[in-house]
């Protein structure tokens, strides 16, 4: 069973909307789609669900059929949904993986990918980074790794690698987005320097509180390392990185609040504003 491990707001006339995921209950998402919905005068209630790998279909279907509005999907079903909707957003087809599922009153659900806009609005945006003619090592070939390739690729980098645990998984990949540019899939022990622009790490990792073990060389005074978990703390990535004096180490809290607007929009074609909610999450990250 979904396991919603929020208390639904009381309001029985508020759009129903929620995450899916397994684990979801260290989510900030139910607050701040509540600050967006408070900020932008939409009555709507975002509960959290607490989905088993191989069960995401069934019980996403049951959430639409009782009245769910949209779902936010994370780790791991975001292949599965994909999989699930009946129309792809062009961002979403790319990526073969979705995070936002909008469900209409002629029962299509359409998928959409808001994760790649979200990081690099973050990046560039948030951080001001400029990524133009930058070396760029992505690590993990998973579904967070799925969506931000293509915006990546967007831009006019030096070089993409895209490294993985599992090599094959990142050299297919990178077979996959090479009509977008210049991109390599290896093992992390086939990495090399000179030290890189800027390092993503979009493994799952972190979640075991492990960081593999990565080639010396990679991170040098200029390197930024951006980790797309959030959470409160240091995470194995961020320590590495912090261990090896890299000159700047974030976490994905900005691209968290970014992709929530981008679904917040689809939703109810309303864009809030994200400023507000990210200095109010900067008291707790
Ligand atoms: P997500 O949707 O978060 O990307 P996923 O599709 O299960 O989830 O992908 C998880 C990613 O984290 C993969 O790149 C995985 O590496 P493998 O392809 O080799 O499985 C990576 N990963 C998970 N645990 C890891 C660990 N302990 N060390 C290194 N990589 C790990």
């Given at each position: 069973m979904a396991r919603p491990v929020s208390e639904p707001v009381e309001d029985p006339t508020a759009d129903q909307y929620g995450l899916a995921g397994h684990p979801v209950d260290h989510s900030w998402s139910p607050f701040i789609h509540g600050m967006f919905a408070k900020a932008t005068g939409q009555n709507l209630a975002y509960r959290l669900f607490d989905i088993e790998p191989g069960a995401f279909r069934r019980e996403a279907l049951r959430l639409f059929t009782s009245g769910l509005k949209g779902l936010n999907v994370t780790l791991p079903h975001k292949q599965a949904a994909a999989e699930l909707v009946n129309e792809l957003t062009p961002r979403a087809a790319r990526a073969q993986a979705v995070n936002t599922i909008a469900f209409y009153e002629d029962t299509t659900l359409l998928g959409d990918n808001t994760d790649g806009l979200?990081?690099?609005?973050?990046?560039?945006?948030?951080?001001?980074?400029?990524?133009?003619?930058?070396?760029?090592?992505?690590?993990?070939?998973?579904?967070?790794?799925?969506?931000?390739?293509?915006?990546?690729?967007?831009?006019?980098?030096?070089?993409?690698?895209?490294?993985?645990?599992?090599?094959?998984?990142?050299?297919?990949?990178?077979?996959?987005?090479?009509?977008?540019?210049?991109?390599?899939?290896?093992?992390?022990?086939?990495?090399?320097?000179?030290?890189?622009?800027?390092?993503?790490?979009?493994?799952?990792?972190?979640?075991?509180?492990?960081?593999?073990?990565?080639?010396?060389?990679?991170?040098?005074?200029?390197?930024?390392?951006?980790?797309?978990?959030?959470?409160?703390?240091?995470?194995?990535?961020?320590?590495?990185?912090?261990?090896?004096h890299a000159a700047r180490v974030d976490k994905g809290w900005g691209m968290l609040v970014e992709q929530a607007a981008a679904s917040f929009a689809l939703w109810r074609g309303v864009r809030p504003d994200t400023r507000p909610v990210l200095e109010a999450l900067a008291r707790f990250r």
């Open positions: 979200g990081l690099l609005v973050d990046l560039e945006t948030n951080l001001g980074l400029d990524l133009a003619n930058k070396r760029v090592l992505v690590l993990g070939a998973g579904g967070a790794v799925r969506g931000i390739l293509a915006p990546l690729l967007e831009r006019p980098l030096r070089a993409l690698v895209i490294a993985n645990r599992t090599s094959a998984r990142a050299k297919a990949l990178a077979t996959e987005f090479g009509d977008l540019g210049s991109v390599e899939g290896c093992g992390f022990e086939q990495v090399e320097g000179p030290p890189y622009d800027l390092i993503i790490n979009g493994t799952s990792a972190s979640l075991s509180g492990e960081m593999p073990q990565m080639p010396a060389g990679l991170v040098g005074e200029d390197t930024v390392c951006y980790d797309l978990a959030y959470g409160r703390g240091e995470t194995p990535f961020t320590r590495w990185a912090r261990s090896l």
